[in-house]
């Protein structure tokens, strides 16, 4: 497919683009298994195809292997032929569920399937309802409760009615799920109805629980700093102003000296513009308004953004963001209980949607979850990473959770992909260790968890028991609001346009960040100072974050450059990335991107898998997650097929042009955006730049390029900054488009597709 590239100026931008090109895709090597969470497994090699003269029946469940890597056309086939595709499971496989009775052998017929076969009941079944691989049962309490997952286009409230006729008590219909308690017993029954995707054990709900305001800003220093120079942001103006965060917990205490406002008073639900510190407090279902039990919630916003200056205090105890306000959803019951589904998709809306606010906050943390089956994807990873991919904007960080042990302990929701999963160092001089009881990883596929650190050991914040009250306490808890403050930090940084320079520029403010640029820039910012063993590990995952080492100021000569791409690249596709390097500092480059969300019980989580190959001036090449001792190591044979974060790290690179490439290698859906950030002694970030107000640095163009495919249906529209639209691009069926020449300025742009939502964004053309 030939493709067209239109190259413009992408405020704060510092990685040249290169068009969109194509590539063979080979099949991955162990496709032929297909795994299932529980630990069953089907072998397409040995395991029979359908009798001949068998239908795929309305309705049904099908497994559909595949040859290679999915490709869009495929999946065009398959839905023309009456199969449509329902989920993708790693790999090569698809489940398709028939709108109509379909002969198998048309099916087994199509050049890109090598197999088939009906979807059994046993593997829609959680591993706590049946350990397939050990053969023994693993049945739960009598009257345990349950929740299941129905598949696209199936009634939920049809499953909850059959639910009920068979003697079960259904307590919630939410979305896609149903929970309820029904025989234990007799539970594997419920995964005979073709409607049913998957089936769990419900889990009670836990909480994950001076010196982390310094460690978030500048690190790990054997001693203590003082005020100034161990809190560089805050002496530079950024504390988080203008900016809003959402927090869930078990409740706030309101009239705590970190939060609260004598002129605008909360005692109850609502929102408070006018409030200094928290614009809204939410109360989700069954969830009463306050802070009871263990004030758990009251400790984790202080630590985020809790500012008890109006009381006449001392900055020693603020939050990490003690000038950022929060957008707050209690979840905790009148007793400290917390009462939020098992499917997140509401609870994630009720801030995403930030009804009431102009607008929509785009970050959200919070520190608590479920212990039991550690470390699989269910159905709390699968629906939080279905809005993630919803709003690739919306960045959600997560506890790790505090269960100690060697391997596998990390809890639900934090192991989802599109999450940024936040574990626990020590704090102040001894951030440089890991704290025993931060929960390990990697996931049950051996993606890398967790996905950084942030202090969590004697972190002083606040007591909810009385408003002048201040409590010392340790726990993941207290990691993730920190994690979560310092990215609200750098949020301003480019929201005041102080990208690159350090210096406010209301030109180059930068407002739109996507989720996938957040969670490359943060593990680009990890410091592997921390623990013992080499990085990436199970215990520290990339390190712990240091957001100062990506937020350049005058005099420094660190550098960031990134690259966020909305439309992203298919199957067989790559697109190309060059920077420059001026000096050796070692360089960390990461690509991270949103995928769209696995079944739940997925063995192997991933569904869209991009790949980055790294070459250096010399031909050298890296590829992602591929380590010796904490470090790339040149031209390796494999590549990464399970994280969506892939990392190069070079220690004494080359100075010159390097060339990064982010390849599709297998792409469901039928585009996936993602970014790139690169953290080095790059060329054009450095001292004396903050003084050249006049030019843009020849050395270091800020460039992205759009690439159109050359087939009809695409359109890019430009607009002026008032909104009235300079031109517009459609692609025709033949010949490349006719592209007008933009004068210098500031301009809004529009790309979109007749199948895709549109992606908007901000033009600054500079000559």
């Known amino acids: 497919m030939s493709e067209l590239a239109l190259v413009v100026l992408l405020l704060g931008t510092f990685l040249r683009v290169g068009t969109v090109g194509s590539r063979a895709t080979e099949p991955y090597a162990d496709a032929a298994v297909i795994r299932f969470a529980n630990g069953m497994n089907i072998d397409t090699r040995v395991t029979p195809l359908p009798e001949p003269g068998s239908h795929l029946e309305t309705g049904t469940c099908w497994l559909v292997h595949l040859t290679g890597p999915v490709r869009q056309e495929w999946l065009a086939k398959l839905r023309r032929l009456g199969a449509d595709p329902v989920c993708y499971l790693a790999y090569q496989t698809l489940v398709c569920r028939p709108w109509r009775d379909i002969p198998a052998s048309e099916v087994r017929g199509l050049d890109f399937v090598d197999w088939l076969g009906p979807l059994p009941a046993a593997a829609k079944l959680a591993p706590e309802l049946t350990a397939f691989a050990t053969g023994s049962s693993l049945i739960p309490h009598p009257s345990s409760l349950f929740i299941l997952s129905v598949w696209p286009g199936c009634d939920p409230n049809a499953v909850a009615l059959a639910i009920t006729s068979a003697g079960g008590e259904v307590t919630k219909v939410a979305g896609h799920s149903v929970r309820f308690r029904f025989d234990a ?54 504390r988080g102003q203008n900016m809003v965060v959402g927090l869930f917990d078990t409740g706030i205490s309101t009239e705590h000296d970190m939060f609260i406002d004598s002129s605008v008073p909360i005692t109850a639900p609502g929102l408070f513009p006018g409030h200094r510190k928290i614009v809204a407090y939410k109360l989700y279902e069954g969830a009463a308004f306050g802070d009871a039990g263990s004030h758990h919630g009251t400790a984790v916003a202080g630590t985020l953004c809790g500012n008890d200056s109006v009381a006449g205090n001392a900055s020693d105890l603020d939050g990490v963001a003690p000038d950022c306000r929060l957008y707050f959803v209690d979840e905790g019951s009148a007793f400290g209980f917390h009462v939020f589904d098992t499917d997140f998709t509401a609870l994630l809306d009720s801030v995403r949607l930030s009804n009431g606010l102009i607008e929509p906050v785009r970050q959200v943390s919070g520190s608590f979850g479920t212990e039991e089956s550690l470390s699989y994807y269910r159905i709390e990873e699968s629906s939080v990473d279905a809005v993630c991919w919803k709003d690739k904007q919306f960045l959600v960080l997560w506890a790790a959770a505090n269960r100690r042990g060697p391997r596998y302990n990390i809890g639900h929701p934090a192991v989802a992909k599109n999450v940024l ?18 929960s390990r990883g990697p996931c049950r596929d051996e993606r890398i968890k967790p996905d950084i650190l942030a202090p969590g050991v004697d972190v002083a914040t606040a007591d909810g ?23 609200m930090l750098l949020r301003q940084y480019f929201a005041e346009g102080r990208y690159p320079t350090g210096t406010p520029d209301s030109a180059r403010r930068i407002t739109q960040l996507s989720s996938a640029l957040m969670r490359a820039m943060a593990v680009a910012a990890a410091d592997s100072n921390v623990g013992d ?120 690179p080359l100075t010159g042009r390097w060339t990064a490439r982010v390849i599709g290698r ?68 033949s010949g490349p488009p006719q592209l007008p020449l933009l004068s210098p300025g500031v301009y809004l742009y529009r790309l979109s597709s007749g199948n895709l939502p549109p992606e908007t964004g901000k033009l600054v053309i500079a000559r």
């Open 421 to 438: 999963t936040v574990g626990a160092c020590h704090n102040g001089t001894q951030s440089n260790s890991v704290w025993f009881q931060s």
């Open 533 to 652: 063993e080499y990085m990436p590990n199970d215990a520290a995952g990339w390190g712990r974050l240091d957001v100062s080492t990506i937020m350049h100021f005058p005099g420094d000569s660190n550098g960031l450059a990134f690259g966020d791409q909305p439309v992203g690249v298919a199957t067989g596709q790559d697109m190309t990335f060059q920077f420059e390097l001026a000096g050796r500092a070692p360089i960390h480059v990461v690509l991270a991107w949103t995928d769209t969300a696995a079944a739940p019980g997925a063995a192997i989580a991933i569904v869209n898998d991009l790949d980055l190959e790294l070459t250096s001036p010399d031909g050298n090449h890296y590829r992602g997650n591929q380590f010796y001792r904490g470090w790339s190591w040149t031209n390796p044979p494999d590549w990464d097929s399970r994280n969506v974060v892939e990392v190069c790290r070079v220690p004494h």
């Open 666 to 733: 297998n792409v469901y859906t039928p585009l996936q955006p993602f970014a790139v950030a690169v953290r080095g002694g790059i060329a054009g970030i450095g001292p004396g730049v903050a003084e050249s107000d006049t030019a843009v640095p020849r050395r270091a163009v800020p460039r992205t390029a759009f690439a159109l495919p050359h087939r009809p249906g695409w359109n890019l529209a430009v607009f002026a900054i008032d909104g009235r639209q300079v031109f517009e691009v459609l692609v025709p069926r």
């Open 185 to 238: 017993s007799r539970v594997s029954e419920l995964a005979e109805m073709e409607a049913v995707a998957w089936i769990q054990e419900c889990s009670p709900a836990r909480s994950f629980n001076r010196d982390v305001q310094w460690v978030m800003q500048i690190g790990w220093r054997p001693e203590r700093p003082d005020e100034i120079t161990g809190r560089p942001l805050w002496q530079h103006g950024i």
């Open 465 to 487: 028991r009385a408003p002048h009250s201040y409590v010392t306490s340790s726990g993941t808890s207290l990691s993730a609001p920190a994690a979560s403050g310092a990215l």
